[in-house]
């Protein structure tokens, strides 16, 4: 199994400019999510979904969307990139149920936004 | 609000035990999971549960409402951020983080 990978590894933007942070799994798990991961500020949850088709949204989903087509993929898309955004940026899914509630995290994107 | 606190800041020596505190405020959590964090990488779980257990140098203390990380023999290599969570309320599979405790280990 591959685990969680993501795509790209690093990225620059400029103000303004959009895109999509890639995330995909191959465990058939259910629940995805995303942080975000600034100093002093810990692992704050952007946005998350709890199956195909079920988005929701986390903490701080302001300036991003999500979408759930497939059980594997959980994309992140910028609308239009700030310098708020530079961050870390960290996919996770589970099983999402009974005892199975550990996340397993991608290795993260760097975000700069300039 | 449904909420995790964990110090910011642990300082340690080489050599003993570090203890690492979280508590939490979700009503209806009873696990807990505790997760090592190195920059650059993938934060990755230590050891989880709703009792005490242990893996390897890692101890998980565990009270209905708070749970304590313990290190043995901490190394100048487990310099990192450690990372508290609890299953949100709301029952969907969410994890509620602590904002993180970076480890300081003196030599």
């Known amino acids: 199994n591959a685990g969680v990978t993501q795509t790209p590894k690093f990225q620059v933007l400029k103000t303004g400019q959009s895109m999509t942070l890639q995330c995909a799994q191959d465990?058939?798990?259910?629940?995805m999510s995303w942080y975000r991961q600034d100093p002093g500020m810990g692992l704050r949850l952007i946005h998350y979904?709890?199956?195909?088709?079920?988005?929701d949204q986390g903490e701080v989903p302001n300036g991003y969307n999500v979408s759930r087509s497939t059980t594997e993929d959980f994309p992140l898309r910028l609308l239009s990139a700030a310098p708020s955004q530079t961050s870390v940026y960290f996919c996770?899914?589970?099983?999402?149920?009974?005892?199975?509630?550990?996340?397993?995290f991608g290795p993260g994107t760097r975000l700069t936004v300039t | 609000k449904d909420q995790v606190f964990q110090p910011s800041t642990v300082a340690s020596s080489e050599g003993a035990v570090v203890e690492i505190f979280c508590n939490h405020s979700?009503?209806?959590?009873?696990?807990f999971f505790w997760y090592l964090h190195f920059p650059g990488c993938a934060p990755r779980l230590l050891v989880k549960?709703?009792?005490?257990?242990q893996q390897g140098r890692y101890n998980m203390t565990y009270e209905r409402f708070s749970s304590s990380l313990l290190i043995l023999q901490v190394r100048e290599a487990d310099a990192a951020v450690y990372y508290c969570?609890?299953?949100?309320?709301?029952?969907?599979?969410?994890?509620?983080f602590g904002q993180g405790t970076t480890l300081q280990v003196k030599p």
């Open positions: 979700v009503s209806n959590a009873y696990n």
């Open positions: 979904s709890v199956g195909a088709g079920i988005t």
């Open positions: 996770a899914s589970s099983y999402g149920r009974g005892d199975s509630y550990e996340q397993y």
């Open positions: 969570a609890c299953r949100g309320s709301s029952n969907t599979g969410k994890l509620i």
């Open positions: 549960g709703s009792k005490p257990s």
């Open positions: 465990m058939n798990h259910e629940y």
